[in-house]
């Protein structure tokens, strides 16, 4: 009997561990209690994001189309940008009433979401700079997004998990469009308000100094296998203001001035 070369065993692994993740953030979903993440480890990157699309296929989210919203961001600009398609049904208009929806965390990141015009193919996307992103975007908007986490170590849970969870996405909030101009984001400020705590404010708080600074990564992500990002597809472009913590009953605004704001009650 022939012997399973390395390379074999590496990708079985591989599979085996995809299917465990897909397995438990599926039961997760569907039984609306938490699985530890520590019990299904992911290798790397790739296979947290075979994770994402297995989720969404047993799911159902994209059946008819591809993802029509994402999230897309980074902690910095010397750290490897991330994404993740988000199930279309928490995907919300402000103002939003989130009171029936079932949270294990709420966290907020106050957003600045993005429109595109036209359809963008793997073609396009390779070649793509910052500014020639920017000119296929006619759509900006405030949302929030509101953290959560399928895994029991919430947060705390090892990054590629996290990552395979939708970068621990719960719900996107989206407020009114607006046609989009590129702005003095360093000037920008953005004010938080949740419940009964302190406005917090910021100004020039993006986490990568521009919103569109990650379009070229996205849509290369998006496009990836040949696959196209169609016209009127959304992405939001990470938090201003880090992740602030609410609790159930807060009522959520974030407003960013000069463009607009989004709310919704927890």
């Not at 790739?46 to 897309?72: C, I, N």
């Not at 895994?151 to 990054?159: F, K, R």
């Amino acid at each position: 009997m022939a012997c399973a070369v390395n390379g074999d065993v590496d990708r079985r692994t591989a599979v085996d561990a995809i299917a465990a993740a897909t397995r438990a953030l599926v039961n997760a979903r569907h039984g609306r209690q938490p699985v530890a993440a520590a019990d299904t480890p992911l290798p790397d990157s790739s296979a947290a994001y075979a994770v994402q699309e297995g989720v969404a296929r047993e799911l159902g989210w994209f059946a008819r189309t591809g993802p029509a919203y994402w999230k897309s961001g980074g902690a910095s600009r010397d750290a490897v940008l991330t994404h993740a398609p988000l199930p279309p049904d928490g995907v919300w208009t402000s103002p939003a009433d989130a009171r029936a929806w079932r949270f294990m965390l709420r966290g907020i990141e106050a957003e600045l979401a993005l429109r595109l015009k036209c359809d963008v193919h793997e073609g396009l996307a390779q070649r793509l700079d910052v500014a020639a992103a920017s000119d296929l975007v006619d759509g900006l908007c405030v949302s929030i997004e509101i953290v959560d986490s399928r895994w029991a170590e919430g947060l705390s849970a090892p990054p590629l998990a996290k990552l395979a969870d939708l970068q621990s996405h719960g719900a996107l909030v989206l407020g009114a469009w607006r046609p989009f101009a590129v702005r003095d984001w360093a000037q920008q400020d953005c004010r938080v308000t949740i419940g009964k705590q302190p406005v917090a404010s910021f100004r020039g708080s993006h986490a990568l100094a521009d919103p569109l600074y990650g379009l070229p990564a996205w849509l290369r992500h998006a496009t990836r296998g040949g696959r196209v990002v169609v016209a009127g597809s959304v992405v939001t472009t990470g938090t201003w203001c880090g992740l602030l913590d609410a609790t159930e009953g807060d009522h959520v605004m974030a407003e960013f001035p000069g463009i607009g704001r989004a709310a919704v009650q927890l």
